[in-house]
């Protein structure tokens, strides 16, 4: 089993930044990928970003490029998301995710399908 936690979110208003982290715990000596997904009020869920454990490469959704960046710290067993440049359709919860064995280039094409571990999720809001 693994346990996700994230934190950080919080009310900004547009134009400033939060930065959001995924603490896993637990079975944690297997190297995942992990992703960021989010569900805004009325919304389906929608993928954020994901890293993959061993090459610490990124992968964002095409609404987030150039404004989020994900990160791990693999001694901590953390993952953040820093955003900056956040806008009113950023509010969301945000959750973390994992599935294991999958890549951090198919977190996308999931759409959060099949996740084997969920966090509770984090609210961000971003007002105008």
């Known amino acids: 089993q693994v346990q996700l936690v994230e934190s950080g979110g919080g009310l900004v208003q547009a134009g400033g930044s939060l930065r959001l982290s995924c603490k896993a715990s637990?079975?944690?000596?297997?190297?995942?990928?992990m992703g960021w997904f989010r569900q805004a009020p009325g919304k389906e869920r929608e993928f954020v970003a994901a890293i993959s454990w061993g090459s610490g490469r990124t992968y964002y959704a095409d609404s987030v490029k150039g404004r989020f960046t994900i990160s791990r710290d693999n001694a901590k067993n953390t993952v953040y998301l820093q955003m900056n440049s956040l806008k009113p359709e950023d509010t969301a919860v945000y959750y973390c995710?994992?599935?294991?064995?999958?890549?951090?280039?198919?977190?996308?094409?999931?759409?959060?399908?099949?996740?084997?571990?969920w966090g509770k999720g984090t609210l961000v809001t971003v007002s105008s």
């Open positions: 637990g079975r944690t000596n297997s190297d995942y990928a």
């Open positions: 995710a994992v599935k294991r064995g999958l890549r951090g280039r198919d977190y996308e094409e999931t759409g959060g399908a099949g996740m084997d571990y």
